[in-house]
């Protein structure tokens, strides 16, 4: 039953029935008995994700070490990890807090289209920055010229144009399918699988257009970054140079486990039936997904990264009551 906070999909004034175009987000795991502990350790997660993701933002902005095409694709990681969390997290525990389980028509559009938009653009960015490290171990001679700033730049303008051409298709598509019974979504956020479950129409068209898509946001991706990953581990293996091979092997298992982490979840949730999921099956998914990889990026590569520690020493080596306690 929806609380009295939530408006009605009809309601009758003065003998004339008005309509709603609100959706009504049941919220995360809404039969789960202690869903409150869940809730806040989110809060706590989203809390140290956006610490994370911005500490390496400013890391690599004040360090001039920093100043590399690797770190530049990083900081675009880091900037959609920060948007990709903040797009969901905020709202779920805004209405789990204050009752209030409706979104908007527009707003549901608006979440839908970020997500996919971010989405997207990571699937790509991960693939260029697969391709930044094939040219840095495979190619080094030529690096700089390869990787130069404008097509740094250039990279990132593909990965945000690309995410945004396909998040303007689902967008379109998903807030105009005929809704005919409840508006209840099984969700925390406006995700577009748990749209089309309460879609009075046939969507098994656009569930082949989603797999379409993802064979080009996810297979083909994942395929080019194993490739350039295979070309790696095989330049590494005749490098002379230990010490070198173990820098470049460290960096290249540190981008693997995020895209493992990443591209993982969207297969399933992608890429096969949505007739063959639970509510409660996507949810922990897109948890995954939505607030901890944000989480554990900034991590895996930080911690795996010699350089970002140095900066982060650095910076934290300045301040007057770290060295006083130091």
Known sequence: MVDGSTRSVTAKEGGNETFTTDFILLGLFPNMKYVCILIHTIILIYLAAVTGNFTLLLLIWMDLRLHTPMYFLLSQLSL????????????????????????????CGAQIFFFFTLGGAECILLTLMAYDRYVAVCNPLR????MNQGVCVQMAIVSWIGGILASTAHTIYTMNIPICGSREIHHFF?????????SCTDTATYELVVFVMGIAFIVIPFGLIMTSYTLIFLTVLHLKSLKGGRKALATCTSHLMVVSFYLGPCVYMYMTPGSSH???????????????????????????????????????????VIQQNT
């Open 80 to 107: 959609i990890d920060l948007a990709l969390i903040s797009s969901t997290v905020p709202k779920m525990a805004i209405s789990f807090f204050s009752g209030r389980r409706n979104i908007t028509h527009l707003a």
């Open 143 to 146: 690096y700089a010229v390869i």
């Open 190 to 198: 406006c995700e577009m699988p748990a749209i089309m479950k309460i």
């Open 278 to 320: 639970t509510p409660e099956q996507e949810q922990a998914v897109s948890v995954f997904c939505t607030v901890l990889t944000p989480m554990l990026n900034p991590l895996i590569y930080s911690l795996r990264n010699k350089d970002v520690l140095e900066a982060l020493q650095k910076v934290l080596g300045k301040h007057p």
